[in-house]
């Protein structure tokens, strides 16, 4: 379900490694998300990918090579295989599982 439809998602602050097997996001609105890597891996939304990832996936597949940030609305990672994941604000934004994202999936974003 896109939460950000008829809105403007929320832009990227700050990105950060976090050890060597998630990153962090530090958002415009407040908001801050972990995301595990092979969470990230596992949701690809590119066309290869298109979410068909089942059962285990390899080390290499959620080993990062390089992150960076396009901007303040996209965030670029190349994988240790090879493989290259672009991901929008808006997509970042309805992956996170943080517990305020899990316990109220409903709740309006006011963006202060
Ligand atoms: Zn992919
Ligand atoms: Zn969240």
């Known amino acids: ?9 929320p832009r990227i602050r700050g990105l950060n490694e976090i ?3 998630a990153i962090g ?9 972990i995301f595990p890597l092979e969470n990230l891996r596992r949701s690809c939304p590119c ?3 298109a979410n ?6 390899p080390a290499t597949a959620q080993r990062l090579l390089q992150l960076s ?7 670029y990672l190349e994988w240790v295989d090879g493989h290259e994941t672009l991901y929008t604000t808006a997509q970042l ?4 599982r943080c517990a ?9 974003i006011t963006g202060d």
């Open 1 to 9: 379900m896109a939460l950000w439809k008829s809105k403007t998602p």
């Open 19 to 21: 050890g060597r097997y």
């Open 25 to 33: 996001i530090q958002w415009t609105d407040g908001h801050d998300s």
């Open 47 to 49: 066309n290869a990918c």
């Open 52 to 57: 068909a990832i089942e059962g285990q996936i």
């Open 69 to 75: 940030r396009l901007g303040d609305a996209a965030v």
């Open 93 to 96: 934004r309805e992956i996170c």
């Open 100 to 108: 305020l994202c899990v316990q109220e999936p409903e709740r309006p």
